[in-house]
């Protein structure tokens, strides 16, 4: 799931918050902004979390391209108001644990690399979703959002 762009970023993360509290450390004393992002991370790990409790066996990390006589289309739940919690909630705690960090560049940085690996994978999972779901898939599709913006 960890891709290289992914880990750069959060080297550049720890790098950005290294060099800023030495050089600029009332940079990272606003506490509204800091605790925004903590919201954002709470918020994000807990409609993270109700997508891998609610699709259970269902939920992977891994994108099947071959159906199972037991996969379900989930569309109930959290899945009945976001398509994919778990990228969503992803997205949303990784640009609040920036936030949270006071990180103005790595907040742009996380939300770019993670909004763009979730941008190509969503088509290529709802690929085999469609072709496993057919027209069922269709219909949840039109009704409910990706979580992701502009990711339709």
């Known amino acids: 799931m960890l891709s290289k762009h992914y880990v750069l970023a959060m080297i550049f993360s720890v790098l950005e918050y290294s060099i800023e509290i030495v050089l600029v450390p009332e940079m ?12 954002l991370v709470v918020i994000g790990e807990i409609i993270r979390k109700m997508g891998i409790l ?35 909630g992803f997205l949303v705690w990784s640009v609040g644990t920036q936030i949270m960090l006071c990180n103005p560049i790595s907040t742009i940085a996380f939300a770019a690399v993670v909004w763009r690996f979730f941008a190509k ?28 913006p502009f990711v339709k």
């Open 28 to 39: 990272k004393e606003h506490w509204v902004i800091s605790d925004l992002g903590l919201a």
């Open 54 to 88: 609610t699709a259970w066996k269902a939920f992977t990390h891994l994108i099947k391209i071959y159906h199972d006589n037991d996969h379900k289309l989930i569309t109930h739940g959290i899945y009945g108001y976001i398509r994919h919690p778990g990228y969503c």
């Open 121 to 148: 994978r969503i088509p290529y999972e709802e690929f085999f979703l469609r072709q496993f779901f057919g027209r069922e898939y269709e219909r949840y599709a039109q009704r409910v959002g990706s979580g992701v």
